[in-house]
């Protein structure tokens, strides 16, 4: 059974950095799979952050900001947050799908087989 356990939420001023960490177990083949991060704040909808998948896509929102990486080796995957705004307040989830790349498949997250518990990210002033 596959799990994706995400881990490095916090709570941290604007400007500040971040690093959310995904660990993937019961994948046999860690490195097919497309690993995306979304997000949800209070009272909006879940939103694409960020996918890798040999290329990496970003949402306008955190492009410059946020790098997503992987590990294959390590079946984890990374987000590295940096110059945290206010609204990157939100949990953050992750995710994993077996994707074949088209324009929009990465930020569709119906697109995705499995995801994890989510971690909250908190950004104060």
């Known amino acids: 059974q596959v799990s994706l356990v995400e881990s490095g939420g916090g709570l941290v001023q604007a400007g500040d950095s971040l690093r959310l960490s995904c660990a993937a177990s019961g994948m046999r083949f860690f490195e097919d799979y497309t690993m995306a991060w979304f997000r949800q704040a209070p009272g909006k909808e879940r939103e694409f952050v960020a996918a890798?998948?040999?290329?990496?896509d970003y949402s306008d929102s955190v492009k410059g900001r946020f790098t997503i990486s992987r590990v294959n080796a390590e079946k984890t995957a990374y987000l590295q947050m940096n110059n945290l705004k206010l609204e990157d307040t939100a949990v953050y989830y992750c995710?994993?799908?077996?994707?074949?790349?088209?324009?929009?498949?990465?930020?569709?997250?119906?697109?995705?087989?499995?995801w994890g518990q989510g971690t909250q990210v908190t950004v104060s002033s």
């Open positions: 995710a994993a799908g077996k994707i074949v790349y088209t324009t929009g498949t990465y930020q569709t997250a119906t697109n995705y087989d499995y």
């Open positions: 890798i998948f040999g290329r990496r």
